[in-house]
């Protein structure tokens, strides 16, 4: 069974950094694609980044900002994120599928694995 467990979540000031993880468990192969979501209150789940064994993906309102990685040694996967602003607050998601379809991973629909989340929060 596979477990995606986020970490790194927590307050900071508009204009500083956060690094999230996401530690899987259980059979997640280095093949398969990785990525992050977010759910700021009261709003839609939204897409943030994705990573591929060969290419990443980013939403345009992190561009730039934030920057998604992966150790598959460790299982473990990043997102450093620079420059947060108060409207990056949300609960952010780790996800893992064997698709790496663009279209299946800017909807989030179908996504086999998520993890519980962890709440970001950036002050003004």
Do not use: H
Not at 58 to 70: G, H, L, P
Request: proline share 2%; aromatic share 10%.
């Amino acid at each position: 069974q596979v477990q995606l467990v986020e970490s790194g979540g927590g307050l900071v000031q508009a204009g500083g950094s956060l690094r999230l993880s996401c530690a899987a468990s259980g059979r997640i192969l280095s093949s398969y694609t990785m990525g992050w979501f977010r759910q700021a209150p009261g709003k839609e789940r939204e897409f943030v980044a994705r990573i591929t064994s060969i290419s990443t993906l980013y939403a345009d309102s992190v561009n730039d900002r934030f920057t998604i990685s992966r150790d598959n040694a460790a299982n473990t996967l990043y997102l450093q994120m620079n420059r947060l602003r108060p409207e990056d607050t949300a609960i952010y998601y780790c996800a893992a599928d064997a698709s790496y379809s663009r279209s299946t991973w800017i909807t989030g629909r179908g996504l086999d694995y998520w993890g519980e989340g962890t709440l970001v929060t950036v002050s003004s």
